[in-house]
């Protein structure tokens, strides 16, 4: 907690009152600190953090969607160390209130039409984070395999600047207004890959995950469908390396987190994404 303070009262020159660590997080640190300036939340990375953030990416990223009322104030942002100091949002995340889909499409359609000159470039990512680890399973393997079969498909698609983990756990509603927080993955993407994050969080309800992507695109077809299953499983094959990597680091017994469950989960809805997928295909 020491340090904590430290970093504020050198950063933004503010004499600190007290320093609370925040619960829930699997990758970072977060501590919410009162201030003269007033609560803050502190940021600093876990272990090998840097293996899957470029820190000047997320920089560029958190400067431009600044001012768009999109995220919270970043007060400073350090890209060697990764720690950031952001302004405490007042509000409440999704999981304490109800959201309107048209709400959600709204603010991505915000940050959507923003200009980004760097790709989130999915497959290189994913090749990267399989190169961490020697360990996957057969399985992983042969639906990675599979997935593969789908690139050139995937990676046709327009893109848009995305935040690309769009999830309910990093939105707060605060005055009526959802923001949308932690850009450590945002690139340019098919807009789909946004949509999946948010409406598939690994077991949200099919009929606003419809809802959600009628509203955005305007239609819901077999094509918008499988964009869908296809992001869908590859979001889940992308964050099994990372599952993965965490428990073969010893952050399973750390975090009381069982990484290895976790990695099951995502190999089985994988599957089960697949199985959807070569239904769809047969029928059409």
Not at 76 to 84: A, N, P, Q, R, Y
Request: net charge negative; hydrophobic share 35%.
């Amino acid at each position: 907690m020491d340090k904590i303070k430290q970093i504020v009262e050198k950063e933004l020159k503010t004499d600190v009152l007290s320093v609370e660590r925040l619960h829930g997080g699997m990758s970072n640190y977060n501590y919410l600190v009162e201030t003269t300036l007033g609560r803050l939340v502190v940021r600093v990375p876990g272990e090998n953090a840097q293996k899957f953030v470029n820190r000047e990416i997320e920089k560029y990223h958190i400067d431009l969607v600044a001012g768009h009322q999109i995220n919270q104030e970043v007060l400073f942002t350090d890209v060697e160390s990764g720690i950031k100091i952001s302004r405490y949002l007042e509000g409440k995340g999704l999981e304490k209130v109800e959201v309107k889909a048209v709400d959600v499409v709204n603010l991505m359609r915000k940050y959507h039409a923003l200009i980004s000159e760097v790709d989130y470039a999915p497959f290189d990512r994913i090749n990267l984070f399989e190169s961490y680890i020697s360990n996957q399973s057969n399985e992983y393997f042969e639906l990675r395999k599979r997935l593969n079969e789908y690139q050139d498909y995937l990676l046709s698609q327009e893109k848009v600047f995305c935040h690309n983990d769009a999830q309910p756990l990093n939105m707060i509603m605060s005055n009526n207004q959802l923001f949308l927080l932690d850009w450590e993955f945002a690139g340019n993407n098919d807009p789909m890959y946004d949509l999946v994050c948010f409406t598939e969080d690994f077991g949200a309800d099919p009929s606003f995950s419809e809802e959600l992507i009628t509203t955005y695109f305007g239609r819901y077809d077999n094509d918008l469908l499988k964009r869908k299953l296809l992001w869908t499983i590859f979001q889940c094959l992308q964050w099994y390396n990372v599952a993965l990597f965490k428990d073969n680091t010893g952050m399973s017994e750390k975090l009381k987190v069982n990484f290895l469950e976790v990695c099951d989960y995502f190999i089985e809805t994988s599957k089960s994404n697949f199985e959807l997928l070569r239904r769809m295909e047969n029928e059409s």
